[in-house]
């Protein structure tokens, strides 16, 4: 797995560990993401499917996209398309992605970059592997995660931010067993590079077998665990969790995650992404593209695309 590594996790700040009085995150609950197509057909898993909206708050959906290794000439992105409302956050473990907007934003991201875009009032945004992917074909993996905007910032200007894999916060456990990468906000000193407008923290730890993640955790956040490959258990309870499955947990002060001691050969560690954020709490009406608070407030995005006042296509 390409993201960002390093050899001798012992150079890294190491997490702390609990304290007495710290809470450990119960499991309320175990979802398996079902398999789906997005864009041009790439094929995606639908992360947080079967969890509800008010538990996934601040966040709208997360999809995993491959892990796929596609043949010449088979791999595909999505087209020119509008968002309005949220913000999207993509993260590419393997392959490339190229991204282009409507306001100026722009960038390649490979092996461990992640990139933000602030679709806020209006953007128009494509996706895409590069023709050289296209023509050799290869490997590709990676998420995105849409997290909502507040009422007061659902129109805000929008903004594009092209973040290196160099820049993400690196953290460790104590014994060298589990690296986090920390791409959006702080675990316990180890900050992210993402800037947010909705307080969260996004993460990617890479366990080895059978290596215990104690992870400390803001209590003003929900959490959410989700597997992108390997096999383990979540939670005090041990709740068993594999590739495409999420957890949802209840409040506490730190989390924790065990990889097993076996793993396919395939998948010879356990990746799993970690997000959390505080809630907005507020009403949201999702029509496609746009997340906005209300119906009507959708129906005018789309009529507010229609009328080209999300930008145009660059030449």
Known sequence: MPAITVEDLSVLPSLKRPGLGDQ??????????????????????????????????????????????????????????????????????????????????????????????????????????????????????????????????????????????????????????VLVRVIAGDVDGTVGPGSTHTPMTLVHATLEPGARLELPWNVEFNALVYVLSGAGSVGIEASPLRTGQAALLGPGDFLTIEADRTQESRAPRMDVVVVGGRPIREAVAWGGPFVMNTRSEVLQAYEDFQRGSFGHIPG
């Open 24 to 177: 450990p995150r119960p499991v309320r609950s175990v979802t398996t993401g079902p398999r789906g197509f997005e864009g041009e057909g790439f094929p995606v898993r639908r992360a947080f499917a079967g969890i509800d909206l008010v538990d996934l708050d601040p966040f709208i959906m997360m999809d995993q996209m491959g892990e796929v290794e596609y043949a010449p000439g088979e791999a595909k992105g999505t087209p020119w398309h509008p968002h309005r409302g949220f913000e999207t956050v993509t993260y590419i473990i393997d392959g490339v992605f190229d991204h282009q907007d409507s306001h100026g934003g722009g960038g390649t991201i490979t092996d461990g970059d992640p990139q933000w875009m602030t679709a806020g009032g209006g953007i128009l945004h494509i996706e895409a592997p590069p023709e050289w992917l296209v023509t050799q074909g290869g490997l590709f993996h990676g998420i995105q995660l849409w997290v909502n905007l507040p009422r007061n910032a659902k129109l805000t200007t929008p903004a594009y931010q092209d973040l290196r894999s160099s820049e993400v916060g690196l953290a460790a456990t104590y014994d060298g067993g």
